[in-house]
């Protein structure tokens, strides 16, 4: 199987669109957002500074872009193309080739995570001890694992045409809805109940208490894994559909 | 135990299987065996079940019915132990990587590998080792299927259409690289629509129609079987029809007005012995039957046998 984590993180790093949009867009919109007001203004409610608070929002983001994106797409391609088919006609086993996707998307995804902390400290002068900076890249990279079983949960789910609208309006609906483009607490309080709930909020709150010296809150790791027993359940489900059909 | 390995000695044993989807019985009651070395067409009209019996064999789709072995064991235990190798007419393949690095993952997969390079010479694809597998022709892209099922030394080769999209130089040296297979004693298993390449390529031909394997035998078997020929002429003047259906080799013959229309399992012999009758036939015409006809044909035969 690492024979094909290996190819498979080859191709994922010659794609220049895709480290794009997982590596620098989310710095660049890091840069773009953190810079609308002044360093030193608090996020109501946080105690944190906007580029701080910011920071962690959008190394988020940028995780959640390299496990997500990739991933759904590629697997309904090659399922439909019959690359997955060819693939069971060799030793590897049936989860190898799934595997292998989220453990090639967990190695794109760090330095999604890295680079804007690099931005935000060099940049935004965040600064925070070192304790807090490798807390917060344990926690954002393993909690980008609830995203990369949505990812192959919704690449065994849709095919076709139907792949990237449905990969977009989760990933944006998440993003934007969770509060990693502007927090939540700007939202008006109706939109802030739904927001409180959703993998993505809990998926910041993660590294936004790490940055305030707190443990993260029990709550939202408790939203962060029943999420990802949903996904990956369905993930899961729907794989063994799919190869009884075949 | 050893009773079931004696019996099932041969490379591939299908036992009464059966897959259905909906109403529809893909296949239907197969029974066959493959023995080690043969090349072997599998040969039938489009939707005659093909696909799905090679997706049984390798254990792509499971019967809802009746058992299927190779090597005596499941189609996966076969796979992962390394003896089978296969080329899917849907394989679709990895893309933007480059054809070397598909190959070596498949090399790498193998238990018992072969180098390389020397199944991208064997596939005649190291002149595009480098290029991108999404910028290949279909003919190329059909060599690299080809390379990935031949990354190893597998006892059996199973191709499902393996020629298609390739033309005619394509396909000849196509088939020179699997000969070279055979000769290395592998069986060799391939889907085909062309009567002409099971004829060219295969010890042994099975006839597979609506799931149900027709007919079993050498090419010329089936040819002979199916009435390979047909022959049609026109005779002038009022035709006397007995001596024509006491024709040598004949299998069907149908007169209408002046036009004699005939086929025979030997068309010189039915020829030579028709101007032995002193006519003289017109526009005489000698064609070789299509396939969809000599299924038509063998299919006849069959009902008539039954009946």
């Known amino acids: ?246 | 135990m050893t009773t079931t390995v004696a019996a099932t000695g041969s490379v591939v044993g299908f036992e009464q299987v059966t897959k259905t989807y909906g109403d529809v019985r893909a296949v239907d009651g197969l029974t066959l065996a493959l023995h080690p070395g043969e090349t072997v067409a599998l040969l039938g009209p489009n939707g005659a079940g093909k696909s799905t019996t090679l997706d049984l064999l390798l254990g792509l789709k499971h019967a809802d019915s009746g058992s299927v072995r190779v090597f005596g064991t499941s189609p996966r235990e076969a796979i992962v132990a390394g003896r089978v190798g296969a080329m899917l007419q849907s394989g679709g393949l990895m893309e933007e990587v480059t054809v070397a690095e598909l190959v070596g993952l498949a090399c790498h997969l193998h238990p018992k590998p072969h180098k390389v390079t020397d199944v991208l010479a064997r596939a005649g694809i190291s002149g595009i080792a480098d290029r991108k597998v999404n910028k290949l022709s279909g003919g190329q892209a059909q060599r690299v299927r080809f390379a990935l099922a031949t990354a190893g030394a597998s006892d059996l080769i199973v191709l499902d259409e393996p020629t298609t999209g390739m033309d005619v130089s394509a396909r000849q040296a196509f088939w020179a690289t699997m000969r070279e297979q055979a000769d290395q004693g592998r069986t060799v298993l391939f889907a085909t629509h062309y009567l002409e390449e099971a004829d060219a390529i295969a010890d042994r031909v099975l006839v597979l129609h609506r799931g149900r394997l027709l007919a079993d035998g050498t090419a010329a078997e089936i040819k002979a079987k199916a009435g390979a020929r047909r022959v049609s002429f026109e005779l002038e003047g009022s035709i006397d029809d007995a001596p024509l259906r006491a024709l040598p080799f004949l299998t069907s013959i149908d007169i209408s007005g002046q036009t004699v229309r005939m086929q025979t399992s030997d068309a010189d012999a039915t020829v030579h012995a028709l101007y032995g009758l002193g006519v003289y036939p017109r526009n005489l015409e000698v064609a070789g039957l299509g396939l969809e006809q000599a299924f038509v044909a063998i299919t006849e035969a069959e009902e008539a046998k039954q009946s």
């Open chain 1, 1 to 246: 199987m690492n024979s094909l984590i290996k190819l498979e993180l080859t191709r994922a790093l010659r794609n220049r669109k895709f480290l794009f949009f997982s590596v620098i867009y989310p710095s660049a919109l890091f840069l773009l957002i953190s810079s609308t007001n002044g360093s030193t203004a608090k996020v109501p409610g946080s105690g944190l500074t906007l580029p701080t608070y910011m920071m962690v929002s959008m190394a988020s983001f940028g995780a959640l872009t390299a496990v997500l994106m990739g991933n759904s797409e590629r697997i309904a391609k090659e399922r439909e193309n019959g690359w997955v088919r060819q693939l069971r006609l060799t030793t590897l086993p049936g989860r190898g080739y799934v595997l292998a996707k989220t453990a090639s998307a967990a190695v794109v995804s760090l330095p999604s995570i890295v680079v804007v902390f690099v931005v935000a400290a060099a940049l935004k002068d965040v600064r925070l001890d070192a304790w807090q900076w490798l807390a917060l890249t344990g926690a954002i990279w393993a909690g980008s694992l609830v995203f990369a079983a949505l990812g192959v949960a919704i690449g065994y789910l849709a095919t076709g045409d139907a792949v990237r609208p449905i990969t977009m309006i989760t990933y944006f609906g998440l993003s934007i809805l969770g509060g990693l483009w502007w927090p939540s607490a700007v939202f008006p309080a109706w939109l802030q109940d739904i927001a409180k709930w959703l993998p993505t909020h809990a998926y910041s709150a993660l590294g936004q208490a790490i940055e305030q010296s707190q443990a993260p809150h029990a709550k939202d790791i408790a939203i962060l894994v029943v999420f990802f027993a949903l996904f990956a359940g369905g993930a899961a489900w729907l794989y063994r559909k799919d190869t009884l059909k075949a």
